[in-house]
């Protein structure tokens, strides 16, 4: 029989990561990080065909940022929902051996709930605008993304506007499923979140 299934979701930047490889660490759980698996599922979509991965997988550029934020999330949670079969597996085949925490912007709560993963084993992080601006700007990697961007400024601001509102219709869709949403502001200190965190996922 397989063993528990456990989510973090949310927004991506905000803590995810960290908070689930120090809660698998405490409780001897396997850590499967969606965001470390994307980009290979996802090159496995485009050559099976799928026009939004093949889309998506090219370098960003002026276009990539063009549409209306709303597009742009909505294209984003096609992805989730695109990719999500090969995760679910990939998770289930882990689950046979030990109990495992899953973590990543793609475990959408309606997905997790679609797969039978109930409330009390999912916790959905949301980070405040503020929050999620400061602490992105800190990333390396983000002038590498933006390299091709004429307006690097606007491209980033386009790119904050869409994963703002990924956020706000994470944390909707977790209260309308009944998942706990630990808002993220930076206001509490890593043990205070961890501890937060296992109480919302019954590890505590």
């Known amino acids: 029989?397989?063993?528990?299934?456990?989510?973090?979701s949310g927004s991506p930047c905000c803590g995810k990561s960290t908070v689930a490889e120090l809660l698998t660490r405490r409780h001897g759980l396997h850590l499967y990080s969606l965001d470390e698996e994307l980009g290979r599922m996802m090159k496995l979509l485009a050559r099976e065909?799928?026009?939004?991965?093949?889309?998506?997988?090219k370098p960003w550029d002026d276009g990539t940022w063009a549409p209306d934020p709303r597009e742009?999330?909505?294209?984003?949670?096609r992805l989730y929902e695109a990719i999500f079969p090969m995760v679910w597996q990939e998770i289930s085949a882990l689950a046979e051996e030990k109990p495992v925490l899953a973590e990543g912007a793609?475990?959408?709560p309606v997905l997790l709930q679609m797969v039978g993963v109930p409330p009390g084993r999912c916790l959905c992080m949301i980070p405040?605008?503020?929050f999620q601006w400061e602490h992105y700007s800190k990333r390396d990697w983000v002038d590498l993304f933006l390299q091709n961007c004429t307006r690097p400024d606007l491209a980033f601001?386009?790119?904050m506007e869409r994963d703002c509102l990924f956020a706000a219709r994470r944390q909707k869709e977790a209260q309308a499923l009944g998942h706990p949403v630990l808002l993220v502001d930076g206001t509490l200190r890593l043990e205070q979140t961890l501890a937060r965190a296992q109480k919302a996922l019954g590890l505590a």
């Open 157 to 159: 601001r386009r790119w």
């Open 128 to 130: 405040t605008w503020e």
């Open 49 to 57: 065909g799928n026009a939004l991965c093949r889309r998506m997988l």
């Open 106 to 108: 793609g475990l959408m």
């Open 1 to 8: 029989m397989p063993h528990a299934i456990y989510g973090i």
């Open 72 to 77: 742009l999330c909505r294209e984003q949670e």
